[in-house]
């Protein structure tokens, strides 16, 4: 009955019904007993004719009838006038006349009982308000005689299970996917990819201008189907007010199987282009983003990775973590690889010494062994060297899913066959033995798997998939993470706590004081507030007449990286009393006394706070960073990073490219920042730490703005190492 | 003398001299005269066998000796000893033997005056400390006697020009792309790839541990060499203080020609990876990325787009501007393609009504027409159709850039035909006709491009890119925009403002007062800080005394978006005293008077403040969004969007994965945002705006938080519609 051949490595589900069983109303577009084609003609080739030839083709066997106003006979069948006229009600009528004829053939179907009809003529309401206007008075008739509409301008349905194309597509492969598509383009393109990944549809569905079914009803019936695995959506919009719906039903099509999404129309003139598409405005890209999230529904960003994605989600149980071995072989491979897996979310953890000294007994000593292992070729001689050695990690209860890759396949080495006489196809299955006797994915990359070989289907079909792109291989594993971040949530287990980045550890190096600190930026010519070193109430107080009211009191203290914390910071001082009181306080810290240091230095109000700092790079010298400063410079951390020198050209071209634009552009009625003073801030502090080679670092934080003007009032230097005199200061 | 066949559509450079004629000491590597092998056995087939029957059978011209330490004879050619007993010093030696017996011998090839020398030999620095100081002192010695090394445990060497293939490859396309590339592996994808783009390499060099010659000598070199039109760069790290100088070289070669770069270990791990694998530690990724930059080079991220870039380097002009104009058949790929260039940093502005109508004397009227242009399959009966329309908005100088696409190929209409009786090959051309014409580069995507057509390489030689993905045409588009804004940054011609992103339009609705909103959204259970409306200094004085001080006095005007410009918040009111005249002060504001309606209300001393904001969105309905409040909302945007209901999980998840995650967490020794009750505030909020339909949206801003106590400040309350009844509002 079925022309599927079956694919192999789906444990989920054993038994394949196709949509025969499913109790939902778009059975009667996914397995209907009998079909009638309006627009068929005796006497000339229209498409309503190719449609009725291919259906029959194709070896869809319940009834298929011809519908055409003119009558006559089609390959020797009768070509009845009106659905009305057929010696039984369809289940299905499929509408391919014109955009004129299309209201009256359908409501004439719907008047007859049908219960699902096709529009696949275009014309509607992507192309004009007459159109939706015609649109909606056809739906709302057939809705009312108890007909639902699929389309318009769509490109028509698909069903493996019922052997019925109803596509423009000649030839579909048989498989466990179901798809779910707003245009027909891009399921043309996916169809395209889908061969390059081994991968097969049970069934598709082109939905257009949605003027009746929703998106959803789709994917509901595809959730229902045991023939389905893995349900793929490529969706330009929903329709109006459909949203909290979409997200409550397909969470429970996603609570058994996963659905993979694709949005387009994503930014403002993509939804422009999605408007005048399907005649819909689409919701902001964040929305959509968040609605996917909820849904349960494995969002993916880049067209390129979409059957990636589906393979994945196809063939491996899903991933309880974020933590990935990465073993395989070869240098640039690792590393690049590395890169895609960190870079979508996930880690790729150091390995302990036990598992090195294992993979030790393996490969040889100049072998990487600390993830990514990198075998170094060996793989030519032991092809089981790949499933041997990521035993290893993915034992572990602390690694959650594996990466293996290397230069496999005859496009490198024909004919290879290692020392046991296993050959690159009868080795593929291997690694697949292992994902199931462990239950945590394992995906494979080798740069030849763009092309065909029997050894990379092997391997798909035994269940990892085999991609012949490391940014696939990451999207997928980045999706197998979020599948099964998904199982954890609906049940319950997924914990919320995440790990807090810990501060970067400080290297060694002597931190001059704040007072010296800020004394050096302002010797190298940085401005900044006007500061008193003071030891006694009555310096504090002289200085503070000096500076003009308010102050602020600051204890310089050794090794307290934040002084509000024991009481080092005394803000807003007006007067001599207040600044007098304060350093009597101040003598009163613990570890402090009477000579405390002090500075004091003028309030600033600031109107936003800069972080300019500099440290020294091994390869690049001096490199400066610009950011959002403040105690939000580490929270909401947005900074331009560059390497000086640099013209003042250069430098507002970093700066406007960053993240940190917005912060220094004009808002709320403050100008903006003075890109010109700020570059020559920077240039300054950059020729201070080339006279001085000892300089390791310098923080300023914040540099405070106030109207156009720039002004230091922190500073944090350290030195790489003591300096043989000078000022206090204290080992880092 | 060359097997290089010529690339059309090659106009900077028409004249190809390879390598002779450059003056730099790596023309031995590239272009040497003769070349001696180490590691040629008699009896054994070696490594060294190997090169030494490559590079004759490959069609080297100069001379080949064979050296090895047993002598003998090899294909009927004297095996020397050792490099100095040649007749002749050779140009370049290629070290092939053990790693132990690699320092000597090629410290005897420097001894004897060779200048450049190869180790393709692995087992150095990125083996242990051991073979580290090896590989050091082997250099120091060579340098010493006036050699310079290439690698060790790199994969050779080869070049188009002198027909010399010193690498494990069997045969490289011949093209104007030179290839610097640290590792082999990554060379041999790219290799591939370049094949699906119809792209061949001039020249080529792995240089591995790069313990002496550094990768921007390679890249200097192939930018004086005018068979090289664009360089392309694997790089995983430079060598210790190298990075300036990496800089400025580099952007002397830029200025001249492209060059492409990806960078490998840009993660932690990935820099564990690459540390391992050729010995050096790898600088932060933000570094590296402000050194591309400064330096002119292009970076590219994705290792799958890095071909697709140098194509477009290589086939089109540089992109003077972000505008896109894209012009092609079908839906989807135009609302997919239009994501692709938006989110690729890229503008597709819309087409005015002038270029609208001139579309529409080629187009049926369902057509859109508005950028995208999806001409709707009309190609098919005419080819040209492409260049025609694509030429009207490129012709326009707000436009700078094309892409085109469509199901175009034999894939989709095998054997088609025009009316004019074109085919697909034949009318490839064209578009590059266009781009020679206007100066203004364009591009091609149809999905059928990731295989093989004559037609996809016909267009590719005429000079317009032809990819299998729209991903690859916008990082292209990108990657001409890049190289265009460095050539005008260099010519000093690129203005360093930007547009301000203007606030978003407020659309219809009545604004609440800030008073009643806030009593709004405490009725509703939200938190909020104790607030009094008064009309008189006594009542203002009352409410102080009753609230506590200090308080914060705000006069509730209409159309005032931000008060603080007309002095109509005062903070920090401590006394009756400092109330009354506050309340005086308020009442001399324009347009007040002695009534004038204030707000006394507690003063928080905030230590984080939270945006809280629902708005109703036409598809889902009531959404949420979570930012960073007060004055940053705008400047350092980072939200976390949702769409109630959430449970608390759904809701800690949902805060977790956001860009707000960092600012609610523990930081500076204050506590984390308790998500519990943030989470019970939303949903009090949802509640309010569920049971009121007439509410469209509500900003609560700030939302302080102190301790672990949350308290609204501020709120503003929109209606859709003006109330019958109620207090102050304004029309917003």
């Known amino acids: 009955m079925r022309v599927a051949t079956e694919e192999p490595g789906q444990p989920r589900e054993s038994v ?21 084609i309006i627009g068929v003609s005796a006497t000339s080739t229209r498409s309503g004719n190719e449609f009725f030839g291919k259906v029959r083709g194709y ?12 009558g006559g006979t089609v390959d020797g069948e009768p070509i ?16 391919a006349v014109g955009m004129q004829a299309t209201p009256q053939a359908m409501t004439e179907a719907a008047a007859a009982g049908v219960k699902v009809g096709v529009v696949f003529t275009a014309g509607f309401a992507e192309m004009s308000d007459d159109g939706a206007r015609i649109q909606r008075d056809m739906v709302a008739r057939c809705n009312e005689l108890g007909m639902r509409v699929v389309g318009p301008n769509c490109m028509g349905v698909f069903s493996t299970g019922s052997r019925m194309n109803l596509t423009d597509v000649e030839h579909l492969a048989p498989g466990r996917i179901g798809f779910v598509s707003q245009s027909g383009n891009i399921a043309l393109t996916l169809f395209d990819n889908a061969r390059r990944h081994d991968l097969g549809f049970e069934s598709f569905v082109s939905f257009g201008n949605q003027a009746d079914i929703p998106a959803i009803d789709y994917v509901e019936y595809m959730g229902q189907d045991d023939a389905v695995d893995v349900i793929l959506l490529y ?25 993979v999404a694709i949005k387009g129309g994503v930014t403002d003139a993509g939804r422009r282009a999605a408007a005048s598409h399907t005649s819909r405005l689409s919701a902001a890209e964040d929305i959509y983003d968040a609605a996917f999230e909820q849904a349960g529904v494995v969002q993916v960003r880049d067209l390129d990775h979409v059957m990636a994605v589906a393979e994945a989600l196809l063939r491996c149980p899903p991933m309880k973590g974020d933590n990935i071995a990465i073993v395989g072989s070869g240098g640039g491979h690792s590393t690049v690889g590395t890169d895609c897996v960190e870079r979508a979310g996930m880690t790729v953890p150091a390995f302990d010494q036990e598992l090195r000294d294992t993979f030790g007994q393996y490969l040889p000593p100049w072998a990487p062994m600390s993830n990514p292992v990198d075998m170094t070729g060996g793989f030519t001689e032991d092809l089981t060297l790949f499933k041997t050695l990521m035993r290893y990690p993915l034992s572990r209860p602390e690694f959650h899913g594996g990466l293996s890759y290397g230069l496999y396949g005859e496009g490198w080495r024909p004919g290879l066959v290692d020392d046991n006489g296993r050959t690159f196809e009868s080795a593929a299955p291997l690694l697949a033995t292992l994902q199931e006797e462990l239950g945590k994915p394992i995906v494979f990359y080798t740069p030849f798997a763009k ?52 501060p970067s550890g400080a290297g060694p190096g002597y931190a001059l004081t704040e007072y010296e600190s800020l004394q050096r930026v302002a010797d190298a010519g940085v401005t900044t507030v006007r500061q008193e070193l003071v030891t006694s109430a009555e310096e504090a107080v002289a200085a503070g007449e000096a500076i003009g009211y308010p102050v602020v009191l600051k204890a310089q203290l050794a090794d307290v990286a934040h002084k509000s914390d024991v009481n080092g910071v005394r803000l807003g001082l007006s007067s001599a009393d207040e600044v007098a009181a304060a350093f009597r306080q101040m003598s009163a810290i613990p570890g402090a006394g009477p000579g405390i240091a002090c500075t004091v230095s003028q309030q600033i109000a600031a109107e936003r706070e800069l972080l300019l700092g500099i440290r020294k790079d091994a390869t690049f010298g001096h490199t400066v960073v610009v950011g959002i400063g403040g105690v939000l410079s580490e929270v909401a951390a947005r900074v331009a990073v560059m390497i000086p020198p640099l013209d003042s050209t250069e430098f507002a071209h970093a700066i406007e490219n960053s993240p940190v634009a917005a912060y220094l552009r004009a808002w709320r009625g403050k100008p903006a920042v003075d890109l010109e ?33 720039l002004q230091a009032v922190d500073a944090a230097v350290v030195l790489e190492s003591e300096p043989e005199t000078g000022d206090p200061r204290s080992r880092r």
Do not use: W
């Open 235 to 259: 969706l330009e919009s929903l329709q109006e007010d459909a949203g909290a719906d979409f997200i409550a039903r397909c969470r429970a099509v996603a609570e058994r199987k996963p659905i």
């Open 451 to 502: 092309e065909h070989e029997e050894a990379f289907t092997a391997m798909r079909l035994s269940g990892v998939p085999c991609y012949g792109s490391l940014a696939e291989a990451a999207a997928a594993l980045a999706a197998l993470k979020a599948r099964g971040s998904f199982l954890a949530r609906t049940e319950g287990q997924e914990g919320t706590g995440q790990d807090q980045a810990s």
């Open 16 to 36: 394949r019904t196709g949509g025969i069983q499913v109790d939902h109303y778009l059975r009667a577009l996914f397995a209907p007993k009998s079909i009638a």
């Open 59 to 70: 070896g869809f066997e319940g009834r298929v009838y011809a519908v055409g106003r003119n």
């Open 80 to 95: 009845y006038p009106s659905v009305k006229d057929l010696p039984e009600v369809p289940d299905l009528v499929f509408g």
């Open 677 to 709: 003073d700020l570059h020559r801030q920077v240039s300054a502090l950059h020729a201070m730490c080339r006279a001085d080679a000892d300089i390791e670092s310098v923080d300023i934080n914040p540099l405070t703005v106030v109207g156009s003007r």
